[in-house]
């Protein structure tokens, strides 16, 4: 589903990834941890095509990403790849439905077809009685489930969650795990989840350590 291959980054003078390799299968929960510096925000964001990397090849579902030219690539990722990020990244002025909405407005759908879409999902992850609401009238937890809505928008096959834990409290973070699983059990999507956290971390199939720009 997802190979990187000998991903080298540098800003500047200082080399973050040197030579990181990594095999997700279909449907497979990844954690990928390490200290602060170390590269896995880096790593993600290059593999989520935020970023592109100074050598190295990255596979999704048969496609070589950076081959790609930007708007090609723009689009594929609107398609092929949901976000969730620490702090949610919802437009403050849009309800919860609306944000849902966005990457399907992105690709250009039919408002209709994306309202009825986003008002399902959000029903799904158990927000039924939050769709008029703005993202100041909702709690940590509930903010995050937008965001998982919102990813799940355009039935991407890859779900990267960048320390996606890290503004919640502990309720709300047990939350957040039923969540992921439930997202890869009830859709099947692929997750590469960045974290310092070791409960959310002990969710995956698999944990990866980064130590000094290389998979340990």
């Known amino acids: 589903m997802i190979e990187v291959q000998d991903i080298h980054k540098s800003f500047g003078e200082l080399e973050v990834l040197k030579g990181v390799n990594l095999r997700v299968e279909e449907g497979e929960i990844v954690a990928i941890v390490g200290k602060s510096g170390a590269g896995k925000t880096t790593l993600l964001q290059i593999?989520?095509?935020?970023?592109?990397?100074n050598s190295g090849q990255v596979?999704?579902?048969?496609?070589?990403?950076?081959?790609?030219?930007?708007?090609?690539?723009?689009?594929w990722r609107n398609r092929h790849i949901g976000f969730i990020f620490q702090f949610h990244q919802l437009l403050p002025e849009f309800t919860a439905l609306e944000n849902v909405m966005i990457p399907?407005?992105?690709?250009?759908?039919?408002q209709a077809e994306l309202r009825?879409?986003?008002?399902?999902?959000?029903c799904e992850l158990g927000l039924a009685e939050r769709l008029e609401h703005k993202p100041n009238q909702l709690s940590g937890g509930e903010k995050q489930r937008v965001a998982a809505a919102r990813a799940l928008?355009?039935?991407?096959?890859?779900?990267l969650a960048d320390e996606p834990s890290g503004s919640l409290d502990e309720q709300n973070k047990q939350e957040l795990h039923r969540l992921l699983q439930h997202l890869?059990?009830?859709?099947?999507?692929?997750?590469i989840i960045v974290t310092h956290d070791k409960e959310l971390a002990a969710i995956a199939d698999r944990v990866l350590e980064i130590r000094d720009g290389r998979m340990a």
């Open 47 to 53: 593999i989520g095509t935020l970023d592109r990397p």
């Open 59 to 75: 596979v999704i579902d048969g496609t070589d990403v950076f081959s790609l030219d930007e708007k090609a690539l723009a689009q």
């Open 104 to 110: 399907g407005m992105i690709a250009g759908e039919k």
């Open 116 to 122: 009825e879409r986003a008002k399902k999902l959000l």
């Open 153 to 159: 928008m355009m039935s991407p096959k890859v779900i």
């Open 184 to 191: 890869r059990d009830q859709y099947r999507q692929t997750i």
